[in-house]
């Protein structure tokens, strides 16, 4: 008698499951009466953004051009877009003249745009940043401010440094994972 309700039981037990499962099924091909979209959904985050800027400008032209494009490599690295990076490192590599002065940074642009991996880019920023930081450091700045700016996380807590035009960090290394993570070091003005 247990043994033939035991049997009952476990019939009764599949036969729901199948008929639960069946409902999921059935239900899940159904679209909704209607739709509403929030166009802001669709927009791409843009991590780099800050409350303030500064504007910096310098009094070398070419000095301002590979700046800027220095920051548009950050602002890519900030929202994890290779693709951006390779272009935007490209343009820098374009710009740069041919001198022994200018060597390093533009073998290390020309390295960068070629590399579409997001995280040997960052690696690889490091060293842009070391020669972007050596041409500001001669240059004259007419206005604005530039912040030097230094994660102690990135690199299995060796450190690494970015350049930046806003004090609200905006983590090159680690991106949306770890956005506010540093300080300033250094500002030139």
């Known amino acids: 008698m247990c043994s033939s309700i035991l049997r009952t039981t476990g019939r009764f037990f599949i ?3 199948f008929i639960t499962l069946a409902g999921v099924s059935c239900n899940k091909d159904k679209k909704p009466e209607s739709v509403t979209v929030d166009d802001s959904v669709n927009e791409i985050a843009d991590y780099n953004k800050t409350d303030s800027r500064s504007e910096v400008k310098f009094s070398d ?32 590599e374009a710009v740069i003249e041919d001198s022994k002065e200018n060597e390093q940074l533009k073998a290390v642009s020309k390295l ?36 030097k700016q230094f994660c ?5 807590g060796e450190g690494g440094y970015w350049l930046s035009d806003s004090k609200e960090i905006r983590n090159p290394y ?6 506010a993570c540093g300080n300033v070091k250094k500002t030139f003005k």
Do not use: H, W
């Open 15 to 17: 036969v729901i499951v």
């Open 61 to 92: 032209v070419k000095i301002q051009e590979i700046y800027d494009l220095y920051l548009s490599v950050k602002a890519a690295l900030v929202n994890s877009e290779s693709s951006i990076v390779q272009a935007e490192t490209k343009k820098i």
């Open 112 to 147: 960068i745009s070629l590399t579409k991996d997001i995280k040997k880019q960052r690696d690889f920023f490091v060293t842009l940043t070391s020669e972007v930081e050596k041409l500001i450091g001669k240059a004259e700045i007419t206005s604005g401010e530039v912040y």
């Open 152 to 156: 102690p996380m990135a690199f299995d």
């Open 174 to 179: 680690y991106g949306k994972k770890m956005l």
